[in-house]
């Protein structure tokens, strides 16, 4: 069973700058995909990025390609979503998921994620 918790969520104006945190409690990261994925009200959950543990591989969404960075601190078992040049349209409630690996790539479903965090209020302010 893997735990996971999220912080950094918040308040900011277009074009500011916000870095989630995505802490595991209990078990470590290894051989997991972990990924932030964003739900918008009235829509449904979204992928925003994801990274493979052993080998740090990363995916993201085409619509935060550029803007938004996956990353891991191994020695703390952590990940990080540091988001840059924030749009109105990305606020969201964000969570952190994660998946045993399989060997068929980085998935963006969320369907396909075993484990997530409780989210963190994202509000990007026009």
């Known amino acids: 069973q893997v735990q996971l918790v999220e912080s950094g969520g918040g308040l900011v104006q277009a074009g500011g700058s916000l870095r989630l945190s995505c802490a595991a409690s209990?078990?470590?990261?290894?051989?997991?995909?972990v990924g932030w994925f964003r739900q918008a009200p009235g829509k449904e959950r979204e992928f925003v990025a994801a990274l493979t543990w052993s080998d740090g591989n990363t995916r993201y969404a085409d619509s935060v390609k550029g803007r938004f960075t996956i990353s891991r601190d191994n020695a703390k078992n952590m990940v990080y979503l540091q988001m840059n040049t924030l749009r109105a349209e990305d606020t969201a409630i964000y969570y952190c998921a994660a998946k045993f690996v399989t060997g068929l790539g980085i998935s963006p479903y969320a369907s396909e994620y075993d484990f997530w965090g409780q989210g963190t209020q994202v509000t990007v302010s026009s």
């Open positions: 209990r078990r470590t990261f290894s051989s997991y995909v």
